[in-house]
């Protein structure tokens, strides 16, 4: 059964190791795209060994866009879509499968960072394309370029031009141009040969000089969420664009700070979440408890339905004591054996909504067990008359509207007439934003969670 395949290109040339100072760097990019393609069940092909061993007139990135196919071929592989990604790019470890996005046309992205040099190089190609008029607001980046059997036609005619015009190429790239490689070359041909390309996808997928663009920074005037603005924002991020002398120093920064995250052992790596389990709540909502819960070591939560124990594996994380409540068995019992690694998880089969339950009193509570408008309102009032004015968790808080643009009686709803009673107060929402498309593919209209304060 053919497969996608992130086509990997990490070659380390010793003859340019100092002008890029060294490779570290790269193999960060490496091991970030073998756990997304392990996660996402997509083969992961490296280019880290040159094809042509001459690399002063077939230079990698020369080699990447003329030889994939080839390359896919001689080894054997059944594939289907290719993405092609340069070592420079580190990926996100929860980024979408972009190849579920391209509707099966060459997609690619717009280079629009340094518009003088696309300019130049443009310009400079133009008499070897005799006089063709590329169209520079169509201008893409070779990396990320994602594209399928249909191209290969189009590749392999690209491969041709390159071996026929070899020396011609390495004069211009080298003397006369001296804007780039293969990519302006590439885009002529594509324009050449009238190939469509998809450029609508979000410029996420290709975040570049991220320094330049002050995205290693994060809204501090706010003091509530540290996260910088690159993760925060982006899903492929090219460690590229700085001094040589600070490349590896930047990117093994990044690393550091990341890495946990691409290790199959840590806790968001071994449970589900939303975009394959609809009834559990998504890995960024899953994020951002552990980050605003990170001091509460010594408080206790109670979750009310606790669904199948992924999201109360996360608050063992967290809290010295979880009581989770479950009213169906089956659930209850794959809750168990989730959370059979901790020993701070307490579970309790029973209906919230039975007059014999009754809350036990804790510092937090995770609102959950009905949906309607009634239940949660209940369950806000019992939390409210407790006395202890606990921390309000609350997920599925997306306005459901119905086509007559009437507003339904949900969690939201709830949520907001206890806001405008002044009983509760929005600290910050949290979890997946509007346009998140769960594991059922239903997409959210709001925000997936809320946390507030009993006032």
């Given amino acids: 059964m053919s497969k996608n395949v992130i086509w990997w290109i990490g070659v380390k040339n010793d003859m340019y190791a100092d002008k890029y100072g060294g490779w570290d760097w790269m193999d960060c990019s490496r091991k970030s795209w073998e756990f997304w393609c392990k996660k996402n069940d997509v083969l992961f092909i490296a280019l880290d060994e040159p094809i042509e061993t001459d690399l002063k007139r077939f230079r990698v990135n020369w080699q990447k866009a003329i030889l994939a196919f080839d390359e896919l071929d001689k080894r054997g592989i059944d594939y289907d879509q290719i993405c092609l990604i340069d070592g420079a790019a580190i990926v996100k470890?929860?980024?979408?499968?972009?190849?579920?996005?391209?509707?099966?046309?060459?997609?690619?992205?717009?280079?629009?960072?340094?518009?003088?040099?696309?300019?130049?190089?443009?310009?400079?190609?133009?008499?070897?394309?005799?006089?063709?008029?590329?169209?520079?607001?169509?201008?893409?980046?070779?990396?990320?370029?994602?594209?399928?059997?249909?191209?290969?036609?189009?590749?392999?005619?690209?491969?041709?031009?390159?071996?026929?015009?070899?020396?011609?190429?390495?004069?211009?790239?080298?003397?006369?141009?001296?804007?780039?490689?293969?990519?302006?070359?590439?885009?002529?041909?594509?324009?050449?040969?009238?190939?469509?390309?998809?450029?609508?996808?979000?410029?996420?997928?290709?975040?570049?000089?991220?320094?330049?663009?002050?995205?290693?920074?994060?809204?501090?005037?706010?003091?509530?969420?540290?996260?910088?603005?690159?993760?925060?924002?982006?899903?492929?991020?090219?460690?590229?664009?700085?001094?040589?002398?600070?490349?590896?120093?930047?990117?093994?920064?990044?690393?550091?700070?990341?890495?946990?995250?691409?290790?199959?052992?840590?806790?968001?790596?071994?449970?589900?979440?939303?975009?394959?389990?609809?009834?559990?709540?998504?890995?960024?909502?899953?994020?951002?408890?552990?980050?605003?819960f990170k001091d509460y070591k010594e408080k206790t939560i109670l979750e009310l339905g606790s669904n199948k124990g992924n999201t109360t594996r996360v608050y063992s994380e967290c809290f010295k004591s979880v009581i989770g409540v479950e009213h169906n068995p089956d659930n209850l019992d794959i809750s168990k054996q989730r959370c059979s690694d901790v020993s701070n998880v307490e579970f309790i089969l029973a209906d919230v909504y039975s007059d014999s339950f009754k809350f036990p009193k804790t510092d937090v509570v995770h609102i959950d067990a009905g949906h309607n408008h009634d239940q949660v309102c209940r369950d806000i009032d019992i939390c409210i008359n407790q006395g202890n004015k606990p921390i309000l968790i609350f997920d599925d808080c997306s306005t459901k509207r119905y086509t007559d643009g009437t507003i339904g009686n949900t969690i939201r709803t709830a949520i907001d007439e206890k806001i405008n009673e002044g009983k509760i107060q929005l600290i910050k929402y949290i979890g997946a934003n509007a346009g998140y498309e769960s594991g059922n593919g239903k997409v959210l209209t709001g925000a997936e969670g809320m946390i507030c304060r009993v006032i």
């Fill in 93 to 292: 470890w929860d980024m979408p499968n972009f190849f579920n996005l391209t509707d099966r046309k060459l997609t690619a992205w717009r280079d629009m960072d340094n518009m003088r040099w696309v300019h130049d190089s443009i310009k400079g190609y133009k008499e070897f394309f005799n006089g063709f008029e590329l169209d520079q607001s169509k201008y893409v980046n070779s990396s990320p370029m994602i594209f399928n059997k249909d191209h290969k036609e189009v590749f392999q005619s690209f491969k041709k031009l390159y071996y026929e015009n070899v020396d011609k190429f390495v004069e211009l790239q080298d003397k006369i141009v001296r804007r780039g490689t293969e990519q302006t070359p590439l885009n002529y041909w594509l324009q050449i040969n009238n190939v469509e390309i998809k450029t609508d996808l979000s410029l996420s997928y290709k975040l570049t000089h991220i320094h330049r663009k002050q995205m290693f920074g994060h809204n501090w005037q706010l003091q509530e969420d540290p996260t910088p603005f690159f993760i925060k924002y982006g899903y492929i991020w090219y460690m590229q664009g700085f001094p040589k002398e600070d490349r590896n120093k930047v990117t093994l920064q990044v690393w550091d700070m990341i890495k946990h995250n691409y290790d199959e052992s840590y806790i968001l790596n071994k449970i589900d979440h939303k975009d394959s389990d609809k009834d559990t709540t998504s890995n960024k909502f899953k994020e951002d408890i552990l980050l605003f």
